[in-house]
């Protein structure tokens, strides 16, 4: 017979005649709070004292195995018992202990596994160290137990991308002991710990096993480490990451945990962890809409249309069938239809040359994909997106269509940039099937998803659009309608002190550099030509507005990439930007023309005057109650334009730098340059 004795609230022990189990109960995640650390010190030390127990079980109830140490405790000094001081007492317990995985073992969890002399898990378990993602190390013997276990070169890749394992590859590691199914998992780990009694029970603690990491050879180590830390951004704990491994292969145990905690410690208080954590969390909010019921049941989607086979039709109807949707594209006429085809074609076959995909996996993913020239084939789709030509008239015009075709219930949803979805939804008999899906390019690769809420879009299109969202890999975020919502409205506020730092003497190449020294993946002219500046050339010109150099540029045919000319130049078939002698000249003219005397400009100044009135103009957003969260905006920016996730953000830059001085720094700009840098042409 089994007997239940609670430790606390969130840890129990259950006894089944010599074995003792330990349960852990924290929803959702089981994240090692205080109050679960201090329930697990507790079970160690009563098992440890009982006599009538010989081995112990660790498991958790619920979805999911420990998933880490409490993210949001990480803000408050660390209380008794740590991490590491629970851990150490399981793994001196003195009698054979498994852990048993379901779900997710990530960070401090798989630690606490690390702790146990054996590990089974379920089939579809998976293991991880994730810190790095967080802006620090593994805190609790991550990177010393792990390669005890599985050896140097094999934890490398664990600790250094935090990309986590399944358990299949976790068996053939030797980082679980063995698989069974999720119904029989604690029944098979009592069965699997009566042996290891039967066979004589002695304990084999990890700390104790320094087969494998006696075999990582260095060579290949310091090989792959400099591959992966190169890989890796600007996140200053991969290469912490690396360096923690060398010590676990050099030193003796104890020395190396106790120089992973103080730099898991000094990395934990870093601008770069708070901002990490700062996105953690905003990605967690973002999911929930301010006025909507989290729980409102969502719209079955099944079936996805597209209307306009473009660059961003295209890069959505991927986007889609990547997660598996079947697709329905449609386009004018054959001809377009071809050369959505093709322009799908080659974005495959880029990811089958890079090695990212099999030559099945892209036949199976465009057979996903039926093209279409009549708006019959949508009737049957669970939602149709229109990615047309950015007019009103012309998206008006697609509305009424798909108002007398599509399903009852179907969502209609417009990837417009800066188009009213209000105006557009009035097109239609349903408003409230209404909404904005704005993807940004390329739309199978950039992870945001700005949902625009018109004033009558129903709740649980917006649920439905959020939860879609998530599904297909791309972080949702709900904004309000405004020309440009929330991105390309403070992108326009950026895009206007961008030009005029060209028309005062920096080049291109200066201001791109500046941008990418900040952290950004590219700067603001070479993502311009890969986006194509038509888009917004036309849209100036639909509202009547100039802009001196880009309107040039396109006057000349200069669209970016796609015309192998805009800011920079690029030869046939390349991506790589050129700097282009012909354009210098054309801006030192036009900026003769315009009386603008150039000057040299330092980095700092392109940095202040280009993020300071965006960030400006985020505040206002706020205040509009565009965006609900100054987080949602940050991770707009971090999603769809490629701000530097370890900067958190520029709402969250903003705050660490300090608002006063973004302030004090406006002001400045806006006597030196004579414009009003805070309220540019939106
Ligand atoms: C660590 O372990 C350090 C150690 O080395 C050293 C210690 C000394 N803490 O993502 P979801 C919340 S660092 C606190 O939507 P899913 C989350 O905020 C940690 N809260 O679910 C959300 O709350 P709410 C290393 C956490 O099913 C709710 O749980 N571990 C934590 O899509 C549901 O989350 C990681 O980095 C946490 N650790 O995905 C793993 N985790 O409902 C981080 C989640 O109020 N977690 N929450 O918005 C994950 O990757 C995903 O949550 C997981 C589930 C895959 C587990």
């Known amino acids: 017979m089994r007997t239940t004795t609670g430790i606390n609230s969130r840890v129990a022990i259950e006894r089944e005649a010599n074995v003792g189990i330990v349960w852990i109960d924290n929803p959702p995640v089981n994240a090692l709070n205080t109050e679960v650390r201090a329930g697990l010190w507790s079970a160690v030390e009563s098992l440890r004292q009982d006599v009538g127990i010989e081995a112990i079980v660790l498991a958790c109830r619920g979805r999911t195995f420990v998933a880490g140490a409490d993210i949001g405790e990480f803000a408050l000094p660390a209380k008794e018992p740590t991490l590491p001081v629970v851990i150490a007492a399981l793994e001196a317990i ?44 593994p805190g609790a013997g991550g990177t010393v137990r792990l390669p005890y276990l599985i050896g140097g070169l094999a934890a490398l890749p664990m600790v250094v991308t935090g990309q986590p394992i399944s358990s299949d590859e976790a068996l053939a590691l030797g980082l679980v002991d063995a698989i069974a199914a999720a119904d029989t998992l604690v029944e098979d780990a009592i069965a699997f710990i009566r042996r290891v009694l039967v066979g004589g029970g002695k304990p084999c603690p990890v700390r104790e096993r ?4 006696g075999k990582t050879d260095p060579t290949l180590f310091e090989q792959e480490a400099a591959l992966l830390t190169s890989r890796s951004g600007s996140l200053v704990a991969a290469s912490a990451g690396v360096e923690a491994l060398r010590n676990a292969i050099a030193l003796p145990f104890d020395e190396a945990l106790n120089i992973e905690r103080e730099t898991f410690e000094t990395l934990k208080a870093s601008e770069q962890s708070k901002a990490l954590r700062h996105v953690f969390f905003a990605e967690r909010a973002a999911a929930k809409v301010e006025g909507v019921d989290h729980d409102v049941p969502v719209r079955p989607v099944e079936s996805v249309g597209i209307v306009g086979g473009g660059t961003m039709g295209t890069g959505i109807a ?35 040359t890079r090695g990212s995909l099999t030559e099945a996996q892209k036949r199976e993913r465009l057979d996903r994909i039926s093209l279409s020239v009549t708006y019959d084939a949508l009737s049957t789709c669970d939602l149709v997106i229109e990615a047309a030509f950015e007019d009103m ?49 390329p739309a199978n690769v950039m992870k945001l998803m700005e949902i625009v809420r018109g004033a009558r879009t129903a709740p649980d299109v917006l649920m439905t659009l959020v939860e879609l969202g998530r599904k297909i890999g791309k972080v949702p975020v709900v904004v309000g309608v405004c020309r440009g919502f929330v991105g390309n409205r403070m992108l326009a506020a950026r895009g206007a002190e961008s030009m005029n730092l060209l028309l005062e003497g920096a080049s291109p190449q200066e201001v791109d550099k500046a941008f990418t020294s900040f952290g950004w993946p590219m700067g603001p002219f070479e993502m311009q030509d890969l986006a194509g500046l038509d888009i917004s050339w036309r849209n100036r010109k639909a509202l009547g507005q ?6 040039d540029l396109c006057e000349l045919g200069r669209f970016g990439q796609k015309t192998g000319r805009g800011y920079y130049l690029y030869e046939a078939g390349s991506r790589v930007p050129k700097p282009d002698p012909e354009l210098a000249t054309l801006i030192e003219t036009k900026s003769k023309d315009m009386g603008i005397a150039r000057r040299r400009i330092d980095p700092e100044e392109i940095i202040e005057r280009t993020l300071y009135p965006m960030i400006n103009e985020g505040v206002r957003i706020l205040k509009e109650g565009i965006a609900s969260r100054s987080s949602d905006i940050d991770l707009i920016w971090i999603h769809g334009y490629g701000f530097p996730v ?7 830059w903003a705050e660490t730098e300090g608002m006063s001085k973004i302030v004090v720094g406006l002001r400045h700009w806006h006597k030196k340059t004579g414009r009003d840098i805070f309220r540019p042409a939106s």
């Open 546 to 551: 100039t802009l001196p150099l880009a309107d």
């Open 94 to 137: 003195g009698k054979p202990t498994i852990a048993v995985i379901h779900g997710t073992a990530f960070g401090g969890g798989l630690e606490l596994t690390l702790g146990c002399d054996y590990r089974i898990a379920t089939p579809d378990a998976r293991l991880g160290l994730p810190e790095v993602r967080l802006g620090f190390i």
């Open 210 to 213: 320094r087969e494998q990491i």
């Open 318 to 352: 991927m986007a889609f069938a990547n997660a598996g949707l079947p697709v329905v594209l449609l386009d004018l006429n054959a001809a377009a239809l071809a050369q959505a085809r093709a322009r799908l074609d080659q974005n495959y076959q880029a990811s089958v």
């Open 646 to 652: 370890a900067k958190g953000g520029p709402m969250f």
């Open 393 to 441: 008239d012309v998206k008006k015009e697609i509305f009424s269509k798909l108002d007398r075709i599509a399903k009852p219930g179907a969502i209609l949803a417009t990837n417009t940039s800066y188009l009213d979805v209000n105006e557009i939804a009035s097109a239609t008999e349903r408003p409230g099937d209404v909404a904005g899906a704005h993807f940004f390019s």
